[in-house]
C-alpha cells in the first residue's frame, strides 16, 4: 500500500512542480496558476504522509496480539 501512495504522490508532486515552474514569473496570489502547483505540492506531501502512516499502523495492527478473554465459570458448590 505504501508503495502505491509512494507512486500516486511522486505524480501530483511532479505535476505541482510543472505547474509552479511554468507560471513563476507572476509571483503573486493572483496567479492561478502557481496557486494551483503550490496546492498540488501541498497535496503530494500530504499524501506521501498518510500513506507512510496508514501502512504503519497497518503494520501494528498485523503484529498486535489479540487478547483472549478467559470467562471464569463460578463453581455453585451444592450443600449436602
Known sequence: MFRA?????AII???GMIC??????DF???NLGLMIGIGFLVGGIEVLILGAFASLMQQT???????SIAIAEPTAEKPV
Open 5 to 9: 501512495t509512494k507512486w500516486i504522490s
Open 28 to 30: 503573486n496570489d493572483g
Open 61 to 67: 495492527t498485523d503484529k498486535a496480539p489479540s487478547p
Open 13 to 15: 508532486i511532479a505535476i
Open 20 to 25: 509552479c515552474v511554468w507560471h513563476i514569473r
